[in-house]
């Protein structure tokens, strides 16, 4: 094999993100150096934090270049191998996707067992997207036994899972708020005590409806509005993890602070952002409990996938603008 395809940045989005930002290519593969496999994706991951990679800015990742490969989450199979430790045949888990092949070195690919759960659960409940809900409850938010507990986002691929977790680690009361009355449905078959649509209407007077005595920990992946109200309703020596702003990844408007942070003083507030990458320490933790979690069937999670490698750019648009239930994937 000698050639592939692979989806490059071919402009910066201002604003909402465009097909005409991305562009499919053909290249050649390298030739395998020692200690180097080939592995055939079979699906690749979307997310919000690749919005701001998108922008030329310093941040914690680096930013994507221009006429060069967007990478990310993937799943796929290894067809030719240099290294003995990860044999042709072996399903991985790797950064290289929005690409049909990568060649990498075997020690950032992680072999992975699809033989129970498919390969996408390693993109989502079982990836990154699971460690983040599972990490960002408990470390960030220090969550504890009888909080109520509010998660905006709720229906996507790391909030689902937030509110399920809460709920079967002893939260009092779980709250989600979505985009639209299917989300709000779903978010109610998972067990979620009380969700609304913030599309209906004034997100505090929702959230207040919801939640009428008040919350303790707030999973934020929303931001804006989101936040405001819940600086409002969180109880005092409340816990807020800052996960996502996904309300204004794609201004070009300055975003307006929270206009109640005062509030954070004498209700003695925490609000931590965080990267998944400070707690990869739980990932063993996390895994080991998670699974227990699906093979019992006490937690569940919701995909929405598209397929072939050039639906990868219309995928990342459709899930920047909240069509996804859950995980967005791109099967290739």
């Known amino acids: 094999m000698t050639a592939t395809r692979q989806i490059v940045l071919a402009s910066r989005p201002s604003g909402w993100p465009t097909a005409e930002n991305f562009r499919l290519e053909e290249v050649q593969l390298p030739a395998l150096q020692p200690g180097q496999v ?5 699906a690749m991951s979307v997310d919000p934090y690749m919005r701001g990679r998108m922008n030329d800015v310093k941040s914690y990742v680096p930013a994507f270049q221009l006429d ?17 430790e990860i044999p ?3 399903h991985v888990l790797h950064g290289l996707g929005w690409r049909e092949h990568a ?22 409940v079982l990836g990154m997207p699971g460690l983040t809900a599972y990490a960002g409850l408990m470390a960030a938010a220090e969550f504890t ?15 689902s ?13 779980v709250i989600g708020s979505a985009g639209s009355p299917e989300k709000v449905a779903r978010l109610l ?19 207040a409806a919801a939640a009428p005595e008040g919350i303790d920990v707030y999973f934020d992946n929303v931001g804006g509005e989101h936040l405001e109200a819940a600086i409002g309703a969180l109880n005092v020596d409340g816990h807020a993890a800052l996960c996502g702003a996904i309300a204004q990844y794609n201004s070009d408007d300055k975003p307006a602070a929270p206009r109640n942070l005062a509030l954070v003083i004498g209700k003695r507030l925490t609000l931590r952002g965080f990267i998944v990458a400070k707690y990869a320490d739980l990932a063993p933790e996390f895994q080991q ?23 990868a750019p219309q995928a990342f648009i459709d899930m920047m603008r909240g069509a996804n239930t859950g995980k967005m994937v791109v099967r290739l």
Request: hydrophobic residues 40%; proline residues 3%; without cysteine.
């Open 145 to 159: 036994s009888g909080d109520a507990v509010f998660v905006s986002g709720a229906a996507g691929a790391v909030g």
């Open 103 to 124: 060649v990498l070195d075997a020690d950032k690919a992680r072999p992975v067992d699809v033989s129970a759960v498919g390969d996408t659960p390693y993109l989502g």
């Open 289 to 311: 409990k998670m699974t227990g979690w699906l093979t019992s069937g006490q937690i569940s999670f919701d995909e929405t996938s598209r397929e072939g490698l050039d639906q």
């Open 38 to 42: 080939l592995v055939r994706n079979t």
């Open 68 to 84: 060069q490969p967007l990478d990310g989450g993937a799943v796929g199979e290894v067809i030719e191998s240099t290294a003995d």
């Open 189 to 207: 078959e998972l067990g979620f005590d009380a969700a609304f649509n913030y599309r209906d209407g004034d997100v505090v007077g929702q959230l």
């Open 88 to 90: 042709v045949g072996t």
């Open 161 to 173: 899972l937030v509110g399920q977790i809460a709920k079967l680690s002893g939260a009092s009361r």
